[in-house]
């Protein structure tokens, strides 16, 4: 008797020690990251605005297929099915080692946030907008790339390369098929809620094979009355604009940039898939602007995916853009382009691919200057080659590569 008394004290001394530690949420944190190389020819090329006539050049090309970066991503349980989550991620040119963005290591994504799945998620930092984030699946860039794929001089956002500053931004659960998400990214200046900042609204609905996705988004010039976009460095806009390339060259002044885009995807089964998108994209003029009437440019595309084997990809696109009469210009821009991608993985985690693109130009635009400076339109594939597009009305590139995930 006295020994079965002592081994249940004993018993219960152990649950009341057990019961005096504190718990502990369960968190974790994951290191990742992506190393992008290959070789690339271009045609005809020349630096952004000028006008003299452009070189075939071979160069090394980094983070082609997928930019080259590292980064921390991870969560914390709350209780209740609620999570603390977080991001950082740095951009890195792996070519040269070079950081991607001047004095900001983690410019790619810095946020954090909490998520629910009965009440969603919301995160704030430098992020992807809602437009993005929910087009992004209807996007050409998936198979054909944004370096080569993305339609001329990624005219309506739906590459990778553009974040916000200073972004609040909600993403709902998805109910029937149904996920809605809008953000707003503050300006930051000083006597102004609406200069330097950014809003956008989005929704997708996939239900089994077919999928459709909607968005706006308004960016918004940190320069009273257009010109110098991002003259404020402290802004959302962090002194660059968002699509600067030989398409709109001539209207870097504007007041505000504004994006429609409707994108939509169908699986036919599981080696067949198609998808196709359309934009409306309009820079909006102000008092400093050096151009007067809103430029508008409508774009329509379609990528057709096909995976024969698991070890293979191929993607052939089309896309066309034309901009509205404006400014001057009778003979308004028109750009058509053609791609192609092909893919093949060595492993889980490493593969080996292959682009080719295309695209003619035709009629008019505005000069870097804009005032009515109007010049002959120039081919300027995808966004990997913005700054250094064709001097003439055509432009083709092949590349090779490989990339490795860990």
């Known amino acids: 008797m ?3 008394t002592k081994r249940v004290e004993a018993v219960l001394c152990g649950v009341a020690m057990a019961a005096s530690v504190p718990a502990f949420a369960q968190s974790s944190v994951t290191l990742y990251g992506i190393v992008d190389n290959g070789i690339a020819y271009q045609s005809n090329s020349s630096s952004l605005g000028s006008t003299s006539g452009g070189k075939s050049v071979v160069k090394m090309t980094p983070g082609v297929w997928a930019g080259s970066r590292f980064g921390l991503k991870g969560g914390e349980d709350l209780g209740g099915n609620t999570k603390a989550i977080f ?18 290591m983690f410019g790619r994504q810095a946020w954090v946030g909490v998520t629910n799945p009965a009440y969603g998620t919301f995160t704030a930092g430098r ?40 972004t609040l931004e909600y993403t709902s659960p998805t109910l029937y098929g149904l996920t809605v998400s809008g953000s707003y990214s503050l300006g930051g200046v000083a006597g102004s809620v609406n200069r330097g900042s950014t809003w956008a609204t989005a929704a997708k609905y996939v239900m089994g094979p077919v999928g459709l996705a909607v968005g706006f988004s308004r960016i918004n010039n940190s320069t009273e009355g257009g010109g110098a976009w991002g003259a404020d460095s402290t802004t959302t806009n962090g002194g660059s604009q968002i699509g600067v390339s030989a398409l709109t060259n001539g209207y870097q002044t504007a007041q505000a940039q504004q994006r429609f885009a409707v994108g939509a995807g169908y699986t036919f089964n599981s080696a067949w898939d198609v998808t196709a998108t359309y934009s ?14 809103t430029a508008i440019f409508n774009t329509g595309g379609a990528v057709l995916h096909w995976k024969p084997l698991t070890t293979w990809d191929f993607g052939a696109g089309y896309s066309y853009t034309r901009a509205t009469r404006a400014n001057g210009i ?30 003619k130009a035709s009629g008019k635009t505005l000069g870097t200057n804009g005032a009515g400076q109007i010049i002959n339109a120039t081919a300027t594939l995808g966004d990997g080659f913005n700054t250094t597009p064709s001097s003439s009305a055509s432009q083709f590139a092949f590349g090779v590569g490989i990339v490795h995930r860990f």
């Open 2 to 4: 006295i020994k079965r």
């Open 127 to 166: 992020q992807y907008a809602s437009y993005y984030q929910m087009l992004s699946s209807y996007s050409p860039t998936t198979w054909l790339t944004g370096f080569y794929g993305a339609h001329p001089g990624d005219i309506d956002g739906l590459d990778t390369i553009y974040r916000a500053n200073n």
């Open 280 to 293: 409306n994209v309009q820079y909006i003029p102000g008092s400093g602007s050096k151009f007067h009437d």
């Open 330 to 359: 009778q003979s308004n821009a028109q750009y058509q382009q053609f791609n192609l991608s092909e893919y093949y993985s060595l492993s889980k985690r490493t593969g080996l691919y292959a682009l080719e693109a295309y695209q």
């Open 87 to 104: 991001q950082l991620e740095s951009g890195l040119n792996s070519a040269t080692g070079a950081q991607q963005y001047t004095n900001a």
